[in-house]
Structures are given as C-alpha cells and as structure tokens.
Nanobody, 119 residues
Framework: QVQLVESGGGLVQPGGSLRPSCAASGSIFSINIMGWYHQAPGKQRELVAV???????SYAESVKGRFTISRDNAKNTVYLQMNNLKPEDTAVYYC?????????????WGQGTQVTVSS
C-alpha cells in the first residue's frame, strides 16, 4: 500500500514563500514521476510541476520562474519551493506519484494541503 503524506501548506501574504513537501511510503518502483497539482474552488485540478526520478521537470506556465520542484529519491520525497506567491496561487495542492510496472500504470494522490495567499 502506497501512501503520500503532504505537509507545509499554510497562509502567506502576497510575495511570500512556502515549501510544501510530500513523502511517499510503501512499495514504490524506483523509476517514477512525482509532482504537484492544485485545485481552486470551482475549478479542475491542474498540473503545477512534476519531476521524474531521473531529474526531468515540467512546470505550468503560470509558475515558471517562481516555483521550483525538487526531490530526494533516497527518501521518496518531493518538495515545491514556492516564491513570490500570488493570490491566484490559492488552492489545495495535491501530491501525485505515477509509475508503470509490468504493463500496469499505478497512480497515487495525497490528501492535499491548503495554500492560501492573502493580505
């Protein structure tokens, strides 16, 4: 059973920073993609940033230059450094883990952590 546990969300003023983290536990294939999605009220869940176990990254256009994703493969942990936060970044942020093995795709989600950007 794979579990993703997020921490590090919160309330911050515009221009501030946060660094949520997500730790994965359980039986996880070493070649995988971990990342972050967010969902604002009344909107669909959207990709924020993902990172492969090999170090490749992809970001949403809206966060390029402000957010940086990183990971510690030994700890199965992914981080999201969020700088220069804007009110439109307010959402629930979900951690995601995806990998394929023996022809089967496995995908897991964390419970979500709230990020609120407000003065």
């Amino acid at each position: 059973q794979v579990q993703l546990v997020e921490s590090g969300g919160g309330l911050v003023q515009p221009g501030g920073s946060l660094r949520p983290s997500c730790a994965a536990s359980g039986s996880i294939f070493s070649i995988n993609i971990m990342g972050w999605y967010h969902q604002a009220p009344g909107k669909q869940r959207e990709l924020v940033a993902v990172m492969t176990s090999g170090g490749g990254t992809s970001y949403a256009e809206s966060v390029k230059g402000r957010f940086t994703i990183s990971r510690d493969n030994a700890k199965n942990t992914v981080y999201l450094q969020m700088n220069n936060l804007k009110p439109e970044d307010t959402a629930v942020y979900y951690c995601n883990l995806v990998y394929g093995r023996d022809g089967t795709r496995y995908e897991y989600w964390g419970q979500g952590t709230q990020v609120t950007v407000s003065s």
